[in-house]
């Protein structure tokens, strides 16, 4: 139980508190979009997923729009999107299950809490 805990506190620390503003800022705005979208509290997990979805696909929009070695900024062609979707499923692929679960166990706390402080200051 403690590894799991400790893997849950490293997916905070390396998702919301790295010092990586762009990705911060993916990862935020998909758990306030997931938290705005509930509506009940029985609606945690699904939201929940909403907010990895987004995350993911903010990821990926990223690694398409910003730019790589050699490439300009307009440089943005099928080739380079097919790449980028294959590097991004390389990455999920080799990601271990108790990892995938620490993400989801991470981006739930988030989504309740934000959840709990929009349903306190909406009465």
């Known amino acids: 139980m403690q590894q799991f805990l400790d893997e849950v506190i490293g997916v905070i620390r390396a998702t919301f508190m790295s010092g990586d503003v762009i990705a911060i800022l993916i990862a935020m705005g998909a758990v306030l979009i997931a938290a705005l979208a509930t509506r009940r509290s029985t609606q945690i997990g699904?939201?929940?997923?909403?907010?990895?979805?987004?995350?993911?696909?903010?990821?990926?929009?990223?690694?398409?729009?910003?730019?790589?070695?050699?490439?300009?900024?307009?440089?943005?062609?099928?080739?380079?999107?097919?790449?980028?979707?294959?590097?991004?499923?390389a990455a999920f692929s080799v990601l271990p299950a108790q990892t995938l679960l620490a993400y989801f166990v991470a981006f739930l706390v988030i989504v309740f809490v934000l959840f709990g402080a929009k349903s306190l200051f909406g009465r």
């Open 46 to 89: 699904s939201t929940t997923l909403l907010a990895l979805v987004l995350f993911v696909v903010g990821g990926y929009l990223r690694g398409v729009l910003t730019r790589g070695p050699g490439q300009s900024d307009a440089d943005v062609t099928g080739g380079r999107l097919v790449g980028q979707l294959n590097d991004s499923w």
